[in-house]
Protein backbone atom coordinates (compact mmCIF):
# COMPACT_ATOMS: atom_id res chain seq x y z
CA UNK A 1 0.00 0.00 0.00
CA UNK A 2 2.83 2.43 0.92
CA UNK A 3 4.46 1.53 -2.42
CA UNK A 4 1.27 2.24 -4.23
CA UNK A 5 0.78 5.70 -2.91
CA UNK A 6 4.64 6.39 -3.68
CA UNK A 7 4.12 5.44 -7.01
CA UNK A 8 1.07 7.36 -7.25
CA UNK A 9 2.65 10.99 -6.19
CA UNK A 10 5.49 10.39 -8.28
CA UNK A 11 3.45 9.57 -11.40
CA UNK A 12 1.69 13.14 -10.18
CA UNK A 13 4.60 14.98 -9.93
CA UNK A 14 6.02 14.09 -13.14
CA UNK A 15 2.50 14.44 -14.82
CA UNK A 16 3.10 18.26 -12.95
CA UNK A 17 6.48 18.93 -14.42
CA UNK A 18 5.29 17.14 -18.04
CA UNK A 19 2.64 20.05 -17.74
CA UNK A 20 4.47 22.79 -17.14
CA UNK A 21 6.77 22.14 -19.88
CA UNK A 22 6.60 24.86 -22.41
CA UNK A 23 6.72 24.59 -26.32
CA UNK A 24 8.91 26.87 -28.07
CA UNK A 25 7.29 29.84 -29.25
CA UNK A 26 7.12 33.39 -31.47
CA UNK A 27 8.49 35.90 -28.71
CA UNK A 28 8.92 38.41 -31.70
CA UNK A 29 8.44 38.97 -35.36
CA UNK A 30 9.38 42.33 -37.54
CA UNK A 31 7.67 42.44 -40.81
CA UNK A 32 8.76 45.38 -43.18
CA UNK A 33 12.16 45.75 -42.03
CA UNK A 34 13.51 48.59 -44.02
CA UNK A 35 16.44 49.90 -40.99
CA UNK A 36 17.03 46.83 -38.69
CA UNK A 37 18.47 43.95 -38.89
CA UNK A 38 20.41 42.54 -42.05
CA UNK A 39 21.39 39.11 -43.05
CA UNK A 40 23.92 37.68 -44.49
CA UNK A 41 23.48 39.49 -47.83
CA UNK A 42 23.18 42.87 -46.51
CA UNK A 43 19.68 42.80 -46.64
CA UNK A 44 17.17 43.70 -44.54
CA UNK A 45 14.88 41.64 -44.86
CA UNK A 46 11.75 40.50 -42.46
CA UNK A 47 12.45 38.57 -39.25
CA UNK A 48 10.71 35.85 -36.51
CA UNK A 49 12.28 34.74 -33.42
CA UNK A 50 11.48 31.59 -31.61
CA UNK A 51 12.24 31.21 -28.35
CA UNK A 52 12.79 28.08 -26.12
CA UNK A 53 11.16 29.04 -22.66
CA UNK A 54 11.06 25.04 -21.29
CA UNK A 55 13.74 24.17 -18.77
CA UNK A 56 15.11 21.31 -21.76
CA UNK A 57 16.68 21.91 -25.03
CA UNK A 58 14.35 21.23 -28.29
CA UNK A 59 14.86 19.82 -31.58
CA UNK A 60 13.06 22.24 -33.76
CA UNK A 61 13.36 19.37 -36.85
CA UNK A 62 9.77 19.01 -38.39
CA UNK A 63 8.41 21.89 -36.68
CA UNK A 64 7.12 24.49 -39.60
CA UNK A 65 5.96 28.33 -40.00
CA UNK A 66 3.50 29.76 -41.72
CA UNK A 67 2.00 32.45 -42.63
CA UNK A 68 -1.10 30.70 -44.22
CA UNK A 69 -4.25 29.06 -41.84
CA UNK A 70 -4.79 26.64 -44.58
CA UNK A 71 -1.05 25.68 -45.26
CA UNK A 72 0.65 23.44 -42.57
CA UNK A 73 4.46 23.29 -43.12
CA UNK A 74 5.12 26.22 -45.32
CA UNK A 75 8.30 25.87 -44.34
CA UNK A 76 10.11 23.12 -42.03
CA UNK A 77 13.12 23.84 -39.75
CA UNK A 78 16.35 22.02 -40.13
CA UNK A 79 17.56 19.67 -37.05
CA UNK A 80 18.29 22.65 -34.95
CA UNK A 81 18.31 22.27 -31.65
CA UNK A 82 17.17 25.45 -28.99
CA UNK A 83 19.30 25.28 -25.66
CA UNK A 84 16.85 25.97 -22.79
CA UNK A 85 15.90 29.91 -22.68
CA UNK A 86 17.56 30.43 -25.88
CA UNK A 87 16.18 32.25 -28.78
CA UNK A 88 16.64 31.78 -32.98
CA UNK A 89 16.34 34.36 -35.33
CA UNK A 90 14.91 33.21 -38.47
CA UNK A 91 14.50 35.27 -41.61
CA UNK A 92 11.13 35.47 -43.26
CA UNK A 93 12.79 36.20 -46.49
CA UNK A 94 11.57 34.43 -49.20
CA UNK A 95 14.95 32.71 -49.77
CA UNK A 96 14.26 29.61 -48.68
CA UNK A 97 17.30 28.50 -46.78
CA UNK A 98 17.82 25.51 -44.49
CA UNK A 99 20.99 24.86 -43.90
CA UNK A 100 21.29 24.58 -39.74
CA UNK A 101 25.01 25.85 -39.83
CA UNK A 102 23.99 28.93 -41.50
CA UNK A 103 20.95 31.40 -41.34
CA UNK A 104 17.72 30.43 -41.64
CA UNK A 105 15.06 31.94 -43.96
CA UNK A 106 11.61 30.72 -44.95
CA UNK A 107 10.28 30.63 -48.19
CA UNK A 108 7.80 33.56 -47.44
CA UNK A 109 7.84 37.42 -46.45
CA UNK A 110 5.97 38.78 -43.78
CA UNK A 111 3.23 41.39 -45.23
CA UNK A 112 3.38 45.07 -43.28
CA UNK A 113 -0.04 45.27 -43.01
CA UNK A 114 -0.71 41.91 -40.94
CA UNK A 115 -1.26 38.47 -41.34
CA UNK A 116 -1.72 34.74 -39.96
CA UNK A 117 1.52 33.77 -38.12
CA UNK A 118 2.54 30.41 -36.71
CA UNK A 119 4.64 28.25 -35.43
CA UNK A 120 3.25 24.43 -35.50
CA UNK A 121 4.54 21.35 -33.99
CA UNK A 122 5.50 18.45 -36.35
CA UNK A 123 1.73 17.23 -35.57
CA UNK A 124 0.80 20.30 -37.56
CA UNK A 125 -0.72 21.92 -34.43
CA UNK A 126 -0.11 25.41 -33.34
CA UNK A 127 2.39 25.97 -30.56
CA UNK A 128 2.03 29.87 -30.96
CA UNK A 129 -0.25 31.71 -33.27
CA UNK A 130 -1.39 35.18 -34.34
CA UNK A 131 -5.29 34.67 -35.77
CA UNK A 132 -6.39 35.82 -37.59
CA UNK A 133 -3.54 38.46 -38.30
CA UNK A 134 -0.97 40.32 -36.52
CA UNK A 135 -1.21 43.34 -35.61
Known amino acids: MKKTRLLLSALLVLATVTSLRGAPVISEFLADNVT ?7 DEEDWIEIHNPD ?8 WSLTDDDELE ?3 TFPSVTLAPGQRLLVFASGKNRSDPAANLHTNFSLKAPGEYLALLNPSGNPASEFPPAFP
Not at 36 to 42: A, H, L, R, V, Y
Not at 55 to 62: D, K, S, T
Open 36 to 42: GIKDEDG
Open 55 to 62: PAPVNLAG
Open 73 to 75: QRW
